[in-house]
T-cell receptor
Framework: RKEVEQDPGPFNVPEGATVAFNCTYS??????FFWYRQDCRKEPKLLMS???SGNEDGRFTAQLNRASQYISLLIRDSKLSDSATYLCVVGGATNKLIFGTGTLLAVQP | DAGITQSPRHKVTETGTPVTLRCHQTENHRYMYWYRQDPGHGLRLIHYSYGVKDTDKGEVSDGYSVSRSKTEDFLLTLESATSSQTSVYFCAISERGARDEQYFGPGTRLTVT
């Protein structure tokens, strides 16, 4: 079983749609959680950290369920510019982050 | 954007030749990482450093070595490049290890022929 698992997609959605990505992690000792965004042929960039109480940044909402070892990202009112690969990232008891393989989002006009 | 640069940005080399990739940061972060990214595998950790001269192996360290003689520089060396090492290599930095987000450099595209 992979340490961090994501649905690879692609998710094809129209502009204005709401889309949700899910991610599960296997190490219950994980302490830090993030969503990154990666554009084609570019480096990953931090989208947002994920906190136990859930957090929101504009159109983006992240949720963490420690009991189920589950993280989610909700994007409301999708824009063409949201098209990218979204990486779920988990930090454990070591000095390493574990990256999921990513979910590809394509927002259609 | 975090001050991270990688050099070279692109390189084509032949099988069996040594290759060194450089990562340079201006953020004075303690932790530095080297990843490779391949289709279907996502980002995989090669080696990381938790201080000057302090390094440890990641999940795909075979065939790679690293050195960190200064806080700002982290070098990745392929002692004898193989075609399986054709990949995109990313360097990343963080302040506090896995408790902290990482910031990535622009990447190096390496092709081994």
């Amino acid at each position: 079983r992979k340490e961090v698992e994501q649905d690879p997609g692609p998710f094809n959605v129209p502009e204005g749609a709401t889309v949700a990505f899910n991610c599960t992690y296997s190490n219950s000792a994980s302490q830090s959680f993030f969503w990154y965004r990666q554009d084609c042929r570019k480096e990953p960039k931090l989208l947002m950290s994920v906190y136990s109480s859930g957090n929101e940044d504009g159109r983006f909402t992240a949720q963490l369920n420690r009991a189920s070892q589950y993280i989610s990202l909700l994007i409301r009112d999708s824009k063409l510019s949201d098209s990218a690969t979204y990486l779920c990232v988990v930090g454990g008891a070591t000095n390493k982050l574990i990256f999921g393989t990513g979910t590809l989002l394509a927002v259609q006009p | 954007d975090a001050g991270i640069t990688q050099s070279p940005r692109h390189k084509v080399t032949e099988t069996g030749t040594p290759v060194t990739l450089r990562c340079h940061q201006t953020e004075n972060h303690r932790y530095m990482y080297w990843y490779r990214q391949d289709p279907g595998h996502g980002l995989r950790l090669i080696h990381y450093s938790y201080g000057v001269k302090d390094t440890d192996k990641g999940e795909v360290s075979d065939g790679y070595s690293v050195s960190r003689s200064k806080t700002e520089d982290f070098l990745l060396t392929l002692e004898s490049a193989t075609s399986s090492q054709t990949s995109v290599y990313f360097c990343a930095i963080s302040e506090r290890g896995a408790r902290d987000e990482q910031y990535f450099g622009p990447g190096t595209r390496l092709t081994v022929t």
